[in-house]
């Protein structure tokens, strides 16, 4: 078990809460890299997590096996997208703000971290880290070692990267909405194509594909062993 199983602070949680408040608004959140660089890492808008999956969001699950987690699955648009696929489906996030508009949707969803034991642990057949979950934690190679637990022998697992196959960096962010409230910091990780590979392959995974669509870029890994 990582450490990160024990960190309390979260993406956009503590202080004022901004990622709560966002998803009631759908709002607009800025994660701010929380050292001397004091950078903006990026924006994330609350629309489209909020919206239904659009058809880059459902090819990803084309020709997968169930049953599928989506891990850090936010207000559960990909959860609805599994499910309406045929897929046996679980999302986990550790937002009750998130994981209450899911559940209000009829979503099946826990409020868990990836850490935590969940159902069906060393049985599910892919799993889902996308928007920039592969950030979860701080420590991308002890998140894609838990996800190498979870995931049965012939499982697979489509991770969102950013677009720069070069980044792989972790820091402290805190994260902020358009009305100025922030988040407590929190720990987490960008990684580009290159880095995911290399902490991919120490956890017990290959490469399988890797492919950009309308400025996104994802990596889909096979579980080795």
Known sequence: MSIAADRAATFGSGGSEPYAHALRREGRLTLVRDDAEGAERGRYDLGRWMAAADDVDRALLAGESGPVLDIGCGPGRMVEAAVE?????????VSRAAVKVARRAGLPVLAHSVFERLPREGHWGTALLLDGNIGIGGDPFAL??????????????IVEVQPDDDV???FSATVVDDHGRASEAFPWAEVGSVALVRHAEAAGFALDQTWRV???AFCRLLRRR
Not at 85 to 93: A, K, P, R
Not at 144 to 155: F, K, M, N, T
Request: with cysteine.
């Open 85 to 93: 696929q045929g897929f046996v489906t679980l999302g986990v996030d």
């Open 144 to 157: 894609l070692l838990r996800c190498h637990e979870l995931l049965g022998r012939r499982g697979t697992l």
């Open 168 to 170: 792989d960096d972790t």
């Open 214 to 216: 309308d400025g996104r």
